[in-house]
T-cell receptor, first 113, second 115 residues
């Protein structure tokens, strides 16, 4: 079965600085999708960014970008110019073709003023 | 208005009680899911449904049941609640994927405490 690992239970970053959250996954599939979801204190799960494994180009969404290393099965999230509103739990998720989502345990990000 | 709604938002109940959590969506999606979130474990899939006539068990279905009353409604029941079912419960929806990929859209969650 596929697994998703987030090795950093907690991280902190200074406002306006850059932070990278790590995610690794285990799969034998070649086609799959990877996601980062954000969960602020409101509890709402919000999609941050999505990556298709067949695309070599790393996905970006404004201040959020990923470093997708398919061979290493690594999918890290970089947040640039961190803002107070970025403070949240971040979940990495994997979805194989025709399969259900598998979520990592989450990383709690604090943003220091 | 929110696309995916859950009721109640918070619930306290006692061991042995039957409880139902409800989910409604206005996104027109066929696929609906129930997850539970526990600290340090992320989200785990309880049940999922790809259409009104389709119900499937997820990773942790024991102690739970579901009902898909309509395309827009998917309810989760705890027939006899126990304390280790205390968790944050999420409903999610997604549309039939094209090309294999899909994005899930989540409701606001229901925090359940079983005493």
């Amino acid at each position: 079965a596929q697994t998703v690992t987030q090795s950093q239970p907690e991280m902190s970053v200074q406002e306006a600085e850059t932070v990278t959250l790590s995610c690794t996954y285990d799969t034998s599939e070649s086609d799959y999708y990877l996601f980062w979801y954000k969960q602020p204190p409101s509890r709402q799960m919000i999609l941050v960014i999505r990556q298709e494994a067949y695309k070599q180009q790393n996905a970006t969404e404004n201040r959020f970008s990923v470093n997708f290393q398919k061979a290493a099965k690594s999918f890290s999230l970089k947040i640039s110019d961190s803002q107070l509103g970025d403070a949240a739990m971040y979940f990495c998720a994997y979805r194989g073709y025709g399969q259900n989502f598998v979520f990592g345990p989450g990383t709690r990000l604090s943003v220091l003023p | 208005d929110a696309d995916v709604t859950q009721t109640p938002r918070n619930r306290i109940t006692k061991t042995g009680k039957r409880i139902m959590l409800e989910c409604s969506q206005t996104k027109g999606h066929d696929r609906m899911y129930w997850y539970r979130q526990d600290p340090g474990l992320g989200l785990r899939l309880i049940y999922y449904s790809f259409d009104v006539k389709d119900i499937n068990k997820g990773e942790i279905s024991d102690g739970y049941s579901v009902s898909r009353q309509a395309q827009a409604k998917f309810s989760l029941s705890l027939e006899s609640a126990i304390p280790n079912q205390t968790a944050l419960y999420f409903c999610a929806t997604s549309e039939l994927p094209t090309g294999g990929g899909e994005t899930q859209y989540f409701g606001p969650g229901t925090r359940l405490l079983v005493l």
